[in-house]
C-alpha cells in the first residue's frame, strides 16, 4: 500500500469542522446527493467509500461562513418544493438530517448524506486520521451495522478500499475530501485518485478541491490528462477570482466516471446555487468540464 506524503502535525487548511455549512459545502453536497441518488437508481447494490469522512455532523455558531452558504438556502425546502430538483432534494435533507428552526443550527457531513440517500442496507466505509474527529464520528456512526470505521490515512488506502469495494457491490462511489493543508496536496491527491482509476473498473470518484484561482486546478487537470484519466470537473465560483479574502471564492468538484444524468443535474443546480450564494448579487460562474482518458 503506497504512503500518504500527509504531515500530521500540519494544521488543516480547509477543516471541516470551521467551515460546515459554507458554499463549498453546499456545492460538494449537492453534487455527492445527485451522483448518490443516480448510481442507486441504476444499481441494486450501492457501496459508498470516503477519505476523510470528518465528524459527521457540526454545530453551526451564530454568525460564519453557513451564512453565505446554507443560510441562504435554509428555507427552500421543508416539504416543499420540487422533490425532484437536486437543490429542494438537498435542502430537505440538510434540514431533516441537520436541525434548526429560523436558521441552520447543525450541518449533517457527507456521511449523512451518503446514509440517508442510500438507505440502511447500503456498505459504508469511513476514513478518517484525525483523533478527536474520528471519537466524534464513532458516537454517531459506531452502531450502525453496516458503517466500517476506520482510524487512519483514507488517501492512502483508497485503491485497496475500493478494490474491496467493488468485490462487495454493484456500483461504487468514493469520495476524496482532504483538508488541502500543502501546496503538494495538488500533486499528492491527483496521483492517489488516479492509482484508484487505475485498479478499479465501476467506481465513481468525487474530489472536492477549493478555488481561489484556477492555477492550481487547471494543473491538476493537466496532470491527470497526462495519467491517462478521464475526467469531469464542475466549478461553482460564488465570489469572483479576482477578489482576495480569507473565505472560499468557491469549489469543484472533479469526478471520474459519473453516473448517466448526474452532469445535466449538476449544471441546472449550479445555475440555481449561484444564483442564491452569490457574495454580490448576480455575479458567479460555473465551469463543466469533461476530457477523455484511458482509465
Known amino acids: 500500500m503506497p504512503r500518504s506524503r500527509y504531515q500530521p ?14 458554499v463549498g459545502d453546499v456545492w460538494k ?36 461562513e453557513w451564512s453565505e452558504g446554507i443560510g441562504r438556502l435554509w428555507a427552500l ?22 436541525a434548526g428552526a429560523g436558521r441552520p443550527e447543525r450541518y449533517p457531513g457527507s456521511p449523512a448524506f451518503a446514509r440517508a440517500v442510500l438507505g440502511p ?34 488517501l492512502a488506502a483508497l485503491a485497496e478500499t475500493i478494490r474491496r469495494a467493488e468485490s462487495e457491490a454493484d456500483a461504487v462511489v468514493a469520495l476524496i475530501d482532504p483538508p488541502w493543508t500543502q501546496k503538494a496536496d495538488w500533486i499528492v491527491v491527483p496521483e492517489a485518485l488516479a492509482r484508484a482509476a487505475r485498479v478499479s473498473t465501476r467506481t465513481c470518484m468525487l474530489l472536492w478541491y477549493p478555488v481561489k484561482s484556477l492555477t492550481r486546478p ?18 461553482l465560483i460564488t465570489t469572483p477570482l479576482d477578489e482576495r479574502r480569507r473565505r472560499l471564492n468557491g469549489s469543484g468538484m472533479l469526478i471520474v466516471r459519473p453516473p448517466a444524468g448526474a452532469l445535466e443535474d449538476l449544471g441546472a443546480a449550479a445555475a440555481r446555487l449561484g444564483a442564491r450564494c452569490a457574495t454580490r448579487e448576480g455575479v458567479w460562474s460555473s465551469r463543466l468540464q469533461s476530457w477523455d482518458g484511458e482509465a
Open 77 to 98: 425546502a421543508d416539504g416543499a418544493g420540487d422533490a425532484d430538483d437536486p437543490v429542494s432534494h438537498y435542502v430537505t435533507l440538510c434540514r431533516r438530517l441537520g
Open 9 to 22: 502535525e500540519a494544521m488543516p487548511d480547509y477543516g471541516h469542522r470551521f467551515h460546515a455549512g459554507n
Open 29 to 64: 453536497h449537492c453534487a455527492l446527493v445527485v451522483v448518490l441518488r443516480h448510481v442507486a437508481a441504476a444499481a441494486a447494490r450501492v457501496a459508498y467509500v470516503e477519505t476523510h469522512a470528518g465528524e459527521g455532523s457540526y454545530a453551526l455558531a451564530s454568525t460564519g
Open 218 to 235: 487547471n494543473a491538476m487537470i493537466a496532470r491527470l490528462r497526462g495519467a491517462g484519466i478521464a475526467g469531469t470537473i464542475a466549478e
Open 121 to 154: 442496507q447500503a456498505p459504508l466505509v469511513l476514513h478518517e486520521r484525525d483523533a478527536p474527529a474520528f471519537a466524534r464520528l464513532r458516537e454517531l456512526f459506531g452502531d450502525d451495522a453496516r458503517t466500517r470505521l476506520v482510524h487512519g490515512d483514507g
